[in-house]
């Protein structure tokens, strides 16, 4: 499989009063081909801005890419000035992205037509009626029914599960090579959650897409996901196939994670255990392993130590820690 | 914003119900209707109340215009007759019905002073004062709009410094001392305009124009530099809203951005200021007027106020009524065309 986006030593930071925000702190990684590769994480350790980076969306003030290298078709995204035209030329209509917010992610002033139209109209170089036409296919592509009536509508005429189908809309409306969903489903009610994301699953199967599925939702990056990166404090610690992290999780962050999921393969009365502690302030960070403090496997080498870098622990399996967790696991479990 | 309500829809709303667009028409209209009635009771009680408020004020018309017109040493019988003669004697209510009456029928009534019909002179006087109004809307908004949106998309720069400072002292300068300065530098010192007075379109359309820029530089000021601290501030809080994000992720350039997507959220908060920004223009007019020696309504309010000349006080005081109210309604309308959540309810 072919690397369609590949990410490295991504460094973004905040300039705020009380400091500056490391929110991504030397992450790589990379999305092949057709593939659907997942972030998860608890909330506020990067995985958005991590994301907005690779767009180079991210707002400055206060934000600020200061290092690292986006690989697209050959070229540094980087390398393109924030707002040029280079830029702009991959946003929309190479890669797109889906936010999180239904509800504010819209225009509210302008009708859905005219939101899905225009990035066909500055991409595709298609003409507005045209646009238009090709809008309400994508509407209905999305499960919008009467989408020829619907499509002047404004967004506050949508429900918040029929505002993020438009949203998909958008997102596909150039045909991307990739998509970026930024939990996509997370601001729903569990039954629109399933629908969409299988709604998202087939359309970039369909388009031969890849899709960059971000969530802090275990159960959901299981679902869809043949890769997962997961993220803690701006970094990645654990990064493999979905059921390789899912049998031999090799991070105390993803084993703590992965007790908070409820499985099938388990017995029902298991209790499910959320991480005790905070995600740490991304400002002022110890310069030891960041989830150190809720860690429930630390050694003495883990106080001591710089923090461990991501090393692989298995053919396309790596994670970033001193403890060997596999046999420590094993241990405990006998 | 009385009688308008955003519609906020609720994430769980059924996505089958499509009864808004069509329902939109006929809610303008009746909206329309309800508002025509409403304004007609507001303007009722301003009646009511500058009628009573005029007749509050220490004084008497009638011995104040004897006084003013050298007429001492009339008879109390005479001035008797007089108080008579503009119906000044019979009970209040029966004074304001009278009154009523006549404005229903384009009769504002009779001023004690010029004993003249006081409807002939207001309109006479009205497109002045409406004339230096209008240009100073337009001023305001062809300057306040384009500076404020400026100041918000260079925020921080020189320009966005420039812009707030100037602002500030914009709505804190007060206007007849402005007048008196522009008529010391540019009449008396410059030489480039005339210092005061108004001439007819008609007449002489350059002096007409030339004495115009000051007191529409002057009854815009507060307006301009409002309007541009308003558009600042709204353009950039829309500039952090998602939608905006979600238009950037589109690939469109900052132009779009701003004026495709950012300006027609940021002006809606804009509209409000416009509309306190035509009133206080009606209401500084009286200053303007004076600063200047415009005959215009307001000056005209200046005066009758100080002669207590009921009739005309009356007549003013409700056509500025009738035009703030007039400006309320087609602020709440321009509100429901540049946001299409609003629903009139
Ligand atoms: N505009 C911003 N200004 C300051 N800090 C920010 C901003 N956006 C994100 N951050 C910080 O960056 C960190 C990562 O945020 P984010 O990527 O949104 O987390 P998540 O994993 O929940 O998507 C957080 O600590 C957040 O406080
Ligand atoms: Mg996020």
Redesign the interface.
């Known amino acids: 499989m072919a690397i369609l986006l590949d990410v490295k030593n991504l460094q973004t930071r905040f300039d705020t009063e009380a400091g500056v925000v490391k929110a991504v702190d030397g992450v790589s990684f990379h999305i092949n081909e057709q593939e659907i590769v997942g972030f998860v994480g608890e909330s506020g350790c990067g995985k958005s801005v991590t994301q907005l980076s690779v767009?180079q969306?991210i707002?400055n003030p206060p934000g600020r890419i200061i290092g690292g290298e986006v690989w697209f078709d050959g070229k540094d995204l980087l390398k393109y000035e924030r707002?040029g035209?280079e830029m702009?030329?991959?946003?929309?209509?190479k890669i797109?992205?889906i936010?999180q917010?239904?509800?504010?992610?819209?225009?509210?002033?302008?009708t859905i037509s005219e939101q899905i139209g225009?990035?066909m109209q500055?991409?595709l170089r298609l003409n507005k009626a045209d646009a238009r036409k090709r809008a309400v296919e994508l509407l209905s592509l999305v499960g919008?029914?009467a989408a020829e009536?619907r499509i002047?509508?404004?967004p506050?005429?949508?429900?918040?599960?029929?505002r993020q189908r438009v949203?998909i809309a958008?997102g596909l409306a150039c045909n991307p090579r990739l998509i970026i969903a930024d939990e996509p489903t997370t601001?729903?009610?569990v039954t629109t959650q399933a629908v969409l994301l299988e709604l998202i699953k087939d359309l970039v199967k369909r388009f031969n897409t890849s899709l960059t599925l971000v969530t802090h939702n275990l159960g959901v990056v299981a679902r869809y996901a043949q890769r997962i990166y997961v993220m803690y404090a701006g970094r990645i610690v654990e990064a493999g196939p979905t059921n390789e992290i899912f049998a031999h999780p090799r991070h105390p962050y993803t084993v703590g994670l992965l007790k908070c999921v409820p499985r099938l393969d388990q017995p029902r009365d298991k209790q499910l255990v959320p991480i005790e502690g905070l995600p740490p302030n991304l400002i002022k960070m110890p310069p030891m392993c960041a989830f150190l403090p809720r860690c429930a496997y630390r050694i003495n080498r883990c106080e001591k130590s710089h923090w461990p870098p991501l090393t692989p622990v298995g053919e396309h399996h790596s994670a970033a820690c001193f403890v060997n967790l596999e046999a420590t696991l094993e241990n405990d479990d006998k | 914003m009385r009688g308008l309500t955003r519609?906020?829809?609720?994430?769980?709303?059924?996505?089958?119900r499509?009864d808004?667009?069509g329902l939109k028409e006929s809610d303008v209209t009746t909206y329309i209707v309800r508002r025509l009635l409403q304004s007609i009771v507001v303007l009722l009680l301003v009646s009511i109340f500058v009628f009573l408020a005029i007749r509050l004020m220490p004084g008497d018309p009638i011995k104040l215009m004897v006084y003013e017109s050298n007429l001492t040493g009339l008879s109390p019988q005479q001035l008797a007759d007089l108080r008579h003669e503009y119906g000044l004697d019979k009970p209040l209510a029966l004074q304001y019905l009278d009154w009523l009456g006549g404005v229903l029928q384009g009769n504002l009534g009779i001023s004690v002073f010029t004993k003249t019909p006081v409807a002939k002179e207001i309109f006479r006087r009205l497109p002045i004062t409406f004339e230096i109004g209008l240009w100073s809307l337009l001023l305001s908004i062809v300057i306040g709009v384009p500076v404020g949106i400026i100041s918000a998309v260079r925020r921080g720069t020189w320009i966005d410094q420039l812009v707030v400072t100037l602002s500030n002292i914009g709505v804190t300068i007060p206007v007849f001392w402005l007048g008196v300065i522009l008529m010391l530098v540019f009449s008396l010192y410059l030489k480039w305009l005339p210092v005061m007075g108004f001439t007819p379109l008609t007449e002489d359309p350059g002096m007409h124009f030339k004495q115009l820029v000051m007191p529409v530089i002057c009854s815009s000021l507060f307006s301009v530099a409002a309007l541009a601290r308003q558009t600042r501030s709204s353009m950039l809080e829309v500039m952090?809203?998602?939608?905006i994000?979600?238009?950037?992720?589109?690939?469109?350039?900052?132009n779009?951005i701003i004026f495709?997507?950012a300006l027609?959220?940021g002006l809606?908060p804009v509209i409000t200021t416009l509309g306190l920004s035509a009133r206080g223009i009606v209401g500084g007019s009286t200053v303007v007027e004076t600063v200047f020696s415009i005959p215009g309504m307001g000056r005209l309010l200046v005066s009758a106020v100080s002669n207590l000349d009921y009739a005309y006080v009356q007549g003013i005081i409700l056509i500025i009524a009738a035009t703030v109210v007039a400006i309320n309604v087609l602020i709440d309308i321009v509100y429901g065309w540049?946001?299409?959540?609003i629903r009139y309810s």
């Open positions: 767009m969306l707002p707002n035209s702009r030329s991959v946003r929309g209509s797109s992205m936010f917010e239904p509800m504010t992610s819209l225009n509210p002033v302008l225009e990035s500055l991409h919008i029914p009536s002047d509508d404004y506050h005429q949508f429900s918040g599960g029929m949203m958008i601001a729903l009610d | 519609k906020m829809s609720s994430p769980v709303r059924s996505p089958f499509r808004l667009t952090h809203q998602d939608y994000r979600t238009a950037w992720s589109k690939g469109l350039n900052e779009a495709k997507h027609k959220n809606i540049a946001d299409p959540r």
